[in-house]
């Protein structure tokens, strides 16, 4: 099993003794939570709010269409709240 945490993501990016660039398959995520174009984003909000989940990739027929971040899930409640 990969260690995933960010400090050691980071040290191996930074790691200047490195023969071999780091690959994306080495400090990725395949597991959690994901969305298709239809899921509410009330369904969203309970991923996102407790810090664990920056950014949740849009399915679409198993493959993916789009992210939805943090950022964009609060623009569209401030927007909706404002409206």
Do not use: C, H, W, Y
Not at 38 to 53: E, F, I
Not at 64 to 83: E, M, N, P, Y
Request: net charge positive.
């Amino acid at each position: 099993r990969l260690n995933r945490s960010f400090g050691s993501a980071m040290t191996r990016l930074l790691d200047r003794q490195r023969k071999t660039p780091v690959k994306a398959a080495e400090i990725m995520s395949v597991g959690g939570p994901r969305a298709t174009t239809a899921t509410p984003l009330s369904a969203l909000l309970p991923q996102m709010a407790d810090g664990a989940v920056d950014a949740v990739p849009v399915l679409e027929r198993g493959r993916i269409v789009g992210i939805v971040t943090r950022t964009d899930l609060i623009s569209a409640l401030a927007r909706s709240s404002l409206g």
